[in-house]
């Protein structure tokens, strides 16, 4: 269905307020802006940023959304025959080749990773959102495989392709801070999947194989 004029209006307003609030923290840091400023200077009411934004920390992680339910998606989508590591592989493969912001590859990252780094808040709720993300990751593999919820290892599994995830993201952001190129990353990023892939044993290149249908 097509976005109607008032859901359009909210995405807007709710995208200002984020960028404006962004621009700030990175400005002064997130723990030296308050929402009141953020709401003065987006010229919005206090209540308008908390309905659209429940914490402080929603305004920088304003896409965590997209990110929480990033490798669920990914195993989710995969053709017949490939598994779910293999998917992963696959789609963050993808991703680097396009040199995508998604992945960290973009200039300014590391102004954006100083406001993490000088937040204990922020940080915190990173942390919680990588547990949200393993944790819909395990619940997709249980479905995928018919494993009950006694069986250890689709939390084992989703331990194992999350790490591909998590060291993909780490070694971009590393490199980012410094300031380099995004294609140069990315060039090195490709070839860290590579290693990645060799690492990884049998049995998780071959879990949760899609069948034929």
Do not use: C
């Not at 592989?89 to 396009?98: D, I």
């Not at 040199?99 to 922020?122: Q, T």
């Not at 590393?174 to 999947?193: D, H, N, Q, Y």
Request: hydrophobic share 45%; proline share 3%; no cysteine.
């Amino acid at each position: 269905m097509a976005e109607g004029l008032r859901e359009r209006k909210k995405r807007q307003t709710r995208q200002y307020i984020s960028d404006v609030a962004t621009g700030l923290f990175v400005e002064r840091g997130f723990d030296a802006v308050t929402v009141a400023e953020i709401a003065e200077a987006a010229n919005v009411s206090v209540n308008t940023v908390y309905n659209y934004f429940p914490a402080k920390e929603d305004l920088f992680f304003d896409r965590s959304a997209g990110m929480i339910d990033r490798l669920a998606r990914w195993v989710r989508g995969r053709p017949e025959g490939e598994s779910a590591a293999v998917a992963v592989l696959r789609e963050l493969r993808e991703e680097v080749e396009a040199v995508s912001p998604r992945v960290g590859l973009l200039s300014g990252y590391a102004a954006f990773m100083k406001v993490i780094e000088e937040a204990p808040a922020l940080r915190s709720r990173l942390w919680a959102l990588a547990q949200e993300v393993q944790a819909n990751l395990e619940q997709v593999l249980r479905e995928e495989t018919g494993a009950g919820e006694a069986d250890e290892l689709p939390y084992l599994m989703a331990g194992q392709i999350g790490w591909i995830h998590s060291t993909v993201m780490a070694v971009i952001g590393r490199e980012m801070v410094k300031g380099r190129e995004p294609r140069e990353v990315s060039r090195e990023a490709l070839v860290l999947l590579d290693d990645i892939e060799e690492l990884l044993s049998e049995p998780v290149l071959n879990y949760a194989v899609r069948a034929a249908v």
